[in-house]
Structures are given as C-alpha cells and as structure tokens.
C-alpha cells in the first residue's frame, strides 16, 4: 500500500507558504504510519509519552488543574454569593481528588523506580509528603461538601476555604519541588549530548544554528567566532545576519 501513496504539494502563492509547510510535513507524517502496528503509531504520534520512563509527570497535571480551578471557582461563587457556581467547583474538587489518588500512587512508584542520587533523596521526601497532604486535604474536603453540600454558615464556610487554601499552597509547594527535581537535577531525564552545530532552513528563509559552532559551520553561516562572553552578540554583516549567543553557548543565526 505504501507503493502507491505518495503526497505531494503544490503552491504559489506567498501568503499560505506557513499553511503548505505545514501540509508538506503532515502528509509524509500520516503517510508513514501506514502499515505500522498500534505501538508504532502511538509512539509515532506521542513520543513524549512513549520516553517517560513512569507516568506520574503526566498525571500531575489533572489534580492541579483541577483543584486550582475548584478554589477559583469556589472562592468566586462565595464573594458573588452564587451557589450554583460553588456546586460546579465540587465537581472540580472530586475530579481533583480522583486524579490525586492515581498521581500519588504513580509518585510513589515512581519514587522506588526512578534513579536519583543522594541529594535528591530529601527533595523527593518532601515532594511526597506534599503529595500525600494534598491527596488528604482534597479527600477531607471531597467528603465535607458530600455529606454538607455548600457550606452556608459564616464560620464553618471560612474554615472550609482555609483548608481549601492550604490545599493550593502545599500543591504549589510540591510542584515547586517536582520541578526543581526534574529541571534541576535531571531526575527521570535523559541525558541529551549536544551535537556539532547544524543549520536548519525555514521555509520562510530563516536560518537557525544548534549546537556547539566550531569554526568550519561559522565561516558557512557567516558568524564571527570572536564572542568573547554570552552577552555579547557580534555578526560580519549586520543587516543581513543576527547572532543571538545564550548563556549555555547555544547560538542562534537569524538571516533576514
């Protein structure tokens, strides 16, 4: 079957060059995973999940999602004294809920699975005991709106959106955590090695550099070599070449 589909594009019209680069990548895209079992074709179109190496950064984002939308809509429906949306917010609150439980057991598992080193160790204590409150609170709180439903009384209500505030700050606390784990010290990360600079061509006529340049790619993309610190942005023609040098040596080569 793959013999006889064969896409191509054609266009002359400036205005949709964005739209038929676009077309011109699907095409081939879609035209590849003809032929390819269910598991191809998965991590063909999801690749970034087919890497993970556990499912936990996927399903952090669900309960955080959903019981920061419950404490907006809660509090809203509180100052503009509109029940029916404080209803709306316990079911943000019991789908939080949910999804907390599946994200926390994920975290544990992930915590006995994933490789860390020593100093992380501490890190990832508290990132789960985070975690583990939260789970708490929203189920606490699940369980209150249950048997009550909107709370109406003055000082129960109050206590009732104080723990609800605590919720979101230790939520926001642990995801503080998560990140400084993963973005920090690489925890569940694979190690990516930079490659020798390569030059990509848009099909806009834009150029970019990636990598490490050496002196044989920036005499082809017409860079001066001469950058003597990350601030500083040096290019042989000014009007036609922009050098942009970040502060991890990666460059960036605009033509225009």
């Known amino acids: 079957m793959n013999n006889f589909l064969s896409f191509q594009v054609h266009a002359g019209n ?17 035209e590849g995973l003809v032929g390819k079992g269910w598991r191809d074709v998965f991590s063909a179109i999801m690749p970034g999940v087919s890497g993970l190496a556990n499912i936990h950064p996927l399903l ?5 999602a959903f019981l920061s939308a419950f404490f907006v809509v809660d509090v809203a429906g509180t100052l503009a004294r509109k029940p029916q949306w404080r ?35 501490e890190i990832m204590t ?3 005991y985070f975690g583990v409150t939260v789970l708490l609170l929203a189920a606490l709180l699940s369980a209150w709106r249950v048997k009550g439903g909107v709370i109406k009384g003055v000082g129960a209500n109050t206590f009732f959106l104080v723990l609800s505030a605590l919720l979101c700050a230790f939520m926001a ?19 990516v ?15 970019h550099v ?18 003597k610190a990350p601030a500083d942005v040096n290019a042989v023609d000014q009007t036609k070449t922009d050098v942009h040098v970040h502060a991890d040596g990666h460059q960036h080569v605009h033509k225009h």
Do not use: C, R
Not at 60 to 64: L, T
């Open 14 to 30: 400036d205005i949709a060059n964005h739209f038929i680069a676009i077309v011109g990548v699907l095409l081939p895209f879609l």
């Open 193 to 207: 090695q930079i490659p020798d600079a390569e030059t990509h061509v848009h099909a806009d006529g834009e150029t």
């Open 210 to 227: 990636h990598g490490n340049i050496n002196v044989e790619t920036a005499a082809d993309a017409n860079v001066n070599t001469d950058v």
């Open 60 to 64: 952090v984002h669900f309960p955080i």
């Open 87 to 121: 209803s709306v917010a316990s079911w943000f609150l019991y789908f939080g809920t949910v999804t907390a439980v599946f994200t926390v057991t994920a975290g544990f598992i992930a915590a006995a699975t994933v490789p860390h080193g020593g100093n992380v160790h």
């Open 173 to 191: 606390l642990g995801a503080d955590l998560g990140g400084l784990m993963v973005y920090k010290y690489g925890v569940a990360v694979q190690a």
């Open 126 to 128: 508290y990132h789960k």
